[in-house]
């Protein structure tokens, strides 16, 4: 593992740690806000900060907690911000779903599904009038998919040929219900062939290939200057099963907002044991009893900033 491999392992870490401190304080209904955790979102996330140049941009949707922590957000701005005191990364005016951090590159993040992605095309066509060389990123989701603000963006970039990278983060839930039990599929990949834009898919939670990947399409992006769109598959950890009538072991929810009900914090704080977790994936890595090793003066670290 390289010194910049072992610093992204370190943020994924950090990440999940700090996510799973904040997951203790919603159990204690310290926040006065909802929050969306992003646990199993850790991975894109790192690899976009270490991506983005400092002439760029990223907008960001109500579940932005990764990107905040990925971007420098320390863990104590972001508990303050939530319980809306002063001394939270923005000074406890913006929350959680609409926390943005401009200083850090954050310029804009909406709570409102699909309205970040028509504000990206406007962010990218003004970078483009004064010819810079930066890139515009814009995160959404799969649910955000079915709303005409998708396509209409798309066709707004291809149609300018702006320098916008669209990050789809696909979860496979939409609130509290699969993708799968209420619509059709939605095949991204042919619908940027048909738009003819630039297209990328990532699996795996690798995040030194992640951030290979994105380096070089950055650079077709500018190069080529047209609009790119990356489907990351993830899952959204943390699940539960709710209790239903019709299910005899309950119903399994992938909960949206607010507490992970079985997620809890240990020396190695994995949430599952395969490729979707993050965290799972350091341990295939050649520092994986370092890390092991780092992680419990990490968690008592950080638990002291809360103290």
Request: glycine fraction near 6%.
């Given at each position: ?11 994924v ?48 949707s ?7 922590l ?38 804009y ?37 079915e709303?005409?603000s ?71 992006v ?86």
């Open positions: 593992m390289t010194a910049n491999e072992d610093f992204l392992a370190h943020e870490l950090r990440s999940r740690i700090a996510q799973l401190l904040i997951n203790e304080a919603i159990r204690e209904k310290t926040f006065r806000v909802p929050v969306h955790l992003a646990m199993g979102h850790e991975a894109i996330a790192v690899a976009v900060a270490n991506v983005r140049a400092p002439r760029d941009q990223v907008l960001l109500h579940r932005n907690i990764h990107y905040q990925a971007f420098g957000a320390s863990l104590k701005s972001l508990y303050d911000e939530y319980a809306l005191l002063p001394s939270g990364l923005a000074g406890g005016q913006l929350g959680s779903m609409n926390l943005s951090n401009p200083a850090a590159g954050i310029l993040t909406s709570s409102v599904l699909g309205n970040n992605l028509p504000v990206a095309a406007g962010v990218a066509l003004a970078e483009q009038s004064k010819d810079s060389d930066a890139v515009t990123f814009v995160v959404t989701g799969d649910g955000a998919m709303e005409g998708f396509y209409e963006t798309l066709l707004m970039l291809r149609s300018q040929n702006s320098r916008c990278i669209i990050l789809v983060e696909n979860n496979e839930w939409s609130l509290a219900t699969q993708i799968s039990e209420r619509r059709c599929p939605i095949d991204v990949a042919s619908i940027t062939k048909g738009f003819d834009i630039a297209y990328l898919r990532l699996r795996g939670n690798d995040v030194p290939r992640y951030v290979d990947a994105l380096q070089a399409l950055r650079q077709e500018l190069d080529r200057r047209y609009p790119a769109v990356v489907e990351v598959d993830l899952k959204s950890l943390g699940d539960w099963r709710m209790p239903n009538p019709d299910f005899p072991d309950g119903k399994y929810i992938n909960y949206h907002a607010g507490l992970a009900p079985e997620a809890s914090l240990s020396d190695w704080p994995t949430l599952r044991d395969d490729e979707w977790d993050p965290v799972h994936v350091l341990l295939e890595s050649k520092n994986a009893a370092a890390l092991r090793a780092w992680a419990p003066s990490a968690i008592a670290k950080m638990r002291s900033e809360l103290a």
